[in-house]
T-cell receptor, first 113, second 108 residues
Framework: DTGVSQDPRHKITKRGQNVTFRCDPI?????LYWYRQTLGQGPEFLTY????????KSRLLSDRFSAERPKGSFSTLEIQRTEQGDSAMYLC???????????FGPGTRLTVT | GIQVEQSPPDLILQEGANSTLRCNFS?????LQWFHQNPWGQLINLFY???GTKQNGRLSATTVATERYSLLYISSSQTTDSGVYFC??????????FGAGTTVTVRA
């Protein structure tokens, strides 16, 4: 297995457009997480899936954000009507079981102009 | 949520020097991880260490869970050690709470 992968690696979009990111976790991992990292800060939790169930969303995740993991494998994160404040690195991680070590993908760097 | 404080915020080293990075956390944890973030933003797993001591080459880490801190040691630093080091913990939930990081610069 090659680890967690994310696509695209970079995305530049204009304010008001919708964007969608994809994350493919390590194949046997049942837990998948999304985090967001802005410049000079540590990553912050956005949402979490166990298999296909989305179990928690952070208050950082406004109504413009939606995440899915339809078959318990890959996940998508969609941002509608993007704003300049959405510019950040979006990181995906996966783990096996409760408290398991989390492994991160390379991230998708979003720039909203 | 759990508060995580890392120190120092910045560290400048001469190649070959040793250093210690510290991570304090505000509550008991079920998981503690150290990461190195490379210039492209990738978080590289260094240690999964909720308690005890581990070593991997020139790096080692110790977590004293009862006193709520962890230390990352870098020995004989190399320029490739430069980057941001993050400590992150999991409490009674499942999400990692990160510190603000320590930026390490190793000069040749």
């Amino acid at each position: 297995d090659t680890g967690v992968s994310q696509d695209p690696r970079h995305k530049i979009t204009k304010r008001g457009q919708n964007v969608t990111f994809r994350c493919d976790p390590i194949s046997e991992h049942n837990r998948l997480y999304w985090y967001r990292q802005t410049l000079g800060q540590g990553p912050e939790f956005l949402t979490y899936f166990q298999n296909e169930a989305q179990l928690e969303k952070s208050r950082l995740l406004s109504d413009r954000f939606s995440a899915e993991r339809p078959k318990g494998s890959f996940s998508t994160l969609e941002i509608q009507r993007t704003e300049q404040g959405d510019s950040a690195m979006y990181l995906c991680a996966s783990s096996l079981g409760t408290g398991g070590e989390q492994y991160f993908g390379p991230g998708t760097r979003l720039t909203v102009t | 949520g759990i508060q995580v404080e890392q120190s120092p915020p910045d560290l400048i080293l001469q190649e070959g020097a040793n250093s210690t990075l510290r991570c304090n956390f505000s509550d008991s944890v079920n998981n503690l991880q150290w990461f190195h973030q490379n210039p492209w933003g990738q978080l590289i797993n260094l240690f999964y260490i909720p308690s005890g001591t581990k070593q991997n080459g020139r790096l080692s880490a110790t977590t004293v869970a009862t006193e709520r801190y962890s230390l990352l040691y870098i020995s004989s630093s190399q320029t490739t050690d430069s980057g941001v080091y993050f400590c992150a913990v999991v409490g009674n939930d499942y999400k990692l709470s990160f510190g603000a990081g320590t930026t390490v610069t190793v000069r040749a």
